[in-house]
């Protein structure tokens, strides 16, 4: 029996799990993806937010500005792509004049450092290439850009190194708090009344068990496991003294089975653009417009990696898997950037791609114990600022829970992972040294983003390491660049086959049912 169960591997699972890994605790983490980062925090603007969006007093607020402060340290820690590159909330005449005060005030009030309103000229120096129609700006520096496949992986691979066991590939279908042996107690308990639990079920034919810190682990899960059990038909069951609900999109529908107190959770869609790195550096800082109602409106924005990010859209939608951009929102784009930043170098854009905001009816993060039922934890509705807000929303469960069962902090927790070897950020001398101890890291596979086989063998044999090409392509960037994979493709899917000794069918873009060959069509 686990002490906790996190259903979701996104940036909120997996930093709650790593601020768990702090104390003296079993706890696991239950994804029904392959991997970690596949839902929401894959797919958003990748912005570390100063705090002044969201009303003083909300969560949003609140754990925000703590998450930015220490975005540093995590960053540091855990090898994390960060820069506080600052941002600007730009005004145009169609604004409402009030706009940019109202948000210096309400970033005051949420104690965010160094706010200050710009007025053109001032704005223009900063970023030469905003729009005329710019007169003045909101100026925070403390606002910065991440990797977001990084922050979350980071996350999960140092929790895993410090005792989280991992389960991918298992889709939770129920959720059900027991207050009496099961029959797969041992039957030294079968006479007494046990203190109740969770009993966690679904159906995962291919699930795939990472027990804490393990590299190279098989695909195979340890049916003798004390803490897992598997059918022959897939079914699995898992049991934890303590739940936590961090399922993105699917938070409403893993509290409603527990709690009376309803959750409602709209998938509110986000389209992008991102520009060939060519185009990185039309602007330095974060340019958003002025917010509404649906969000933070359309911004402009370097990445960390050095492209150029144009978007999101936000369009409440009715399916949760709706990830797909459509004409006319990749339209509203390209016009509405326009408004606050001039000659977007739009025949650059490489790649378009959608994210799902999990938007609950409240407007508000819903986090901490759930008050109907005991042991259950919510992180739910975590829409933006929830990037931002993740290494204090860890933070917070995990202390409420530590509180809760009287954990004992851990003496060896280890907070410190090293990402995948960067050799684009190594000078000259340090690439030879590294290619003489090993050719492999001379061996370029994907030609765009410059990564070596060495650092793809490095991606696949690490904790919680990659299976699929998109999983690779997370921890490595090759499939990244300009031409999006067509190239380095054939040639990570070999690796992935010879290293994980799979046939060429078994070999998938993100898991099972994405296979990508289905067989020879000729003999050579
Ligand atoms: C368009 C857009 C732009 C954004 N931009 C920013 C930004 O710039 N800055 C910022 O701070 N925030 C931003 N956000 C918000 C941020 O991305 C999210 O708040 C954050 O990623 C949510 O993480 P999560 O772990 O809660 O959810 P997810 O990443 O969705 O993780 C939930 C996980 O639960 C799993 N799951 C669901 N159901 C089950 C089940 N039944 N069994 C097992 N597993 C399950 C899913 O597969 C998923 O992996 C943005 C969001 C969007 C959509
Ligand atoms: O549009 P919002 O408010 O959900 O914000 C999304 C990102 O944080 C900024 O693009
Ligand atoms: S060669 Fe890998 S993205 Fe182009």
């Keep these: 029996m686990y002490d906790v169960a996190i259903i979701g591997a996104g940036v909120t699972g997996c930093a709650i799990a790593r601020e768990l890994a702090k104390y ?20 958003n603007s990748a912005i570390i937010h100063a705090g002044y969006d969201a009303h003083p007093g909300s969560l949003k607020a609140k754990l925000n500005v703590e998450g930015n402060r220490l975005m540093d340290g995590l960053a540091q820690d855990l090898d994390i792509p960060f820069r506080r590159n600052g ?74 190194a410090n005792g989280v066991d991992f389960f991918f590939n298992a889709p939770v279908a129920s959720v059900e708090r027991v207050s009496f042996p099961s029959s797969s107690q041992s039957s030294q308990n079968e006479n007494h009344i046990a203190a109740p639990f969770f009993l966690i079920k679904g159906k995962a034919p291919s699930l795939r068990f990472e027990p804490s810190g393990s590299a190279n682990s098989s695909n195979s899960q340890t049916a003798s496991d004390p803490d897992l059990r598997l059918d022959s038909d897939g079914s699995f069951s898992i049991h934890a003294r ?73 369009e409440d939608i009715d399916n949760k898997e709706g990830v797909n951009t459509t004409g ?35 407007g508000d993060f819903v986090l901490g114990p759930c008050e109907d039922v005991p042991g259950l934890y919510n992180a739910s509705g975590i829409e933006s600022p929830g990037l931002s807000s993740a290494p204090a929303i860890g933070r917070m ?14 003496s060896d927790f280890c907070p410190v992972r090293r990402r995948v070897t960067d050799m684009g950020q190594m000078d000259l001398a340090d690439r030879n040294m590294k290619i003489a101890e090993n050719p492999a890291y001379g061996r370029i596979i994907c030609r765009c983003e410059s990564v070596s086989e060495g650092q793809i063998l490095e991606a696949i044999h690490r904790p919680l390491g990659a299976r699929s090409l998109d999983a690779v392509k997370r921890r490595t960037r090759a499939g990244m660049g300009r031409c999006q994979a067509g190239f380095c493709s054939p040639k990570v899917m070999e690796i992935l086959e010879r290293e994980l000794a799979l046939a060429p069918d078994r070999v998938t873009k993100h898991g099972p049912g994405s296979e990508i060959v289905c067989g020879e069509n000729k003999k050579i």
């Excluded at 202390?399 to 902090?409: L, N, R, S, T, V």
Aim: glycine share 8%; hydrophobic share 40%; net charge negative.
């Design 87 to 160: 941002s600007l909330v730009v005004m145009t005449r169609d604004n409402d004049p009030d706009v940019l005060h109202r948000l210096y005030e309400q970033g005051q009030a949420n104690g965010v450092p160094g706010l200050r309103i710009l007025d053109q000229e001032e704005a223009r120096q900063m970023e030469p290439k905003l729009s005329e129609d710019v007169i003045a700006a909101l100026y925070a520096p403390t606002g910065g850009i991440i990797c977001p496949f990084e922050l979350t992986m980071g996350l999960a691979e140092n929790a895993s």
């Design 242 to 314: 303590l739940l936590v609900n961090a399922a993105g999109l699917y938070a409403d529908l893993i509290n409603n089975q527990l709690s009376s107190r309803r959750l409602h959770i709209v998938p509110r869609r986000g389209q992008y653009q991102l520009l060939d790195k060519s185009a990185g550096g039309h602007v330095d800082k974060t340019i958003f417009q002025a917010p509404s109602k649906m969000g933070k409106g359309v911004l402009v924005a370097p990445t960390v990696h050095g492209n150029l990010l144009v978007g999101p859209t936000a």
């Design 397 to 410: 469960i995990a202390d409420q829970i530590a509180e809760a069962c009287k954990a004992q902090i851990k």
């Design 24 to 43: 003296r605790l079993s706890t696991c983490v239950i994804e029904r993806e392959e991997d970690v980062c596949c839902g929401t925090s894959k797919a």
């Design 328 to 362: 006319e929102g990749l339209s509203y784009l390209a016009e509405t950037a326009s408004r606050s930043v001039a000659e977007i170098p739009f025949r650059e854009v490489i790649t378009s791609f959608a994210g799902l905001r999990a938007h609950e009816d409240g």
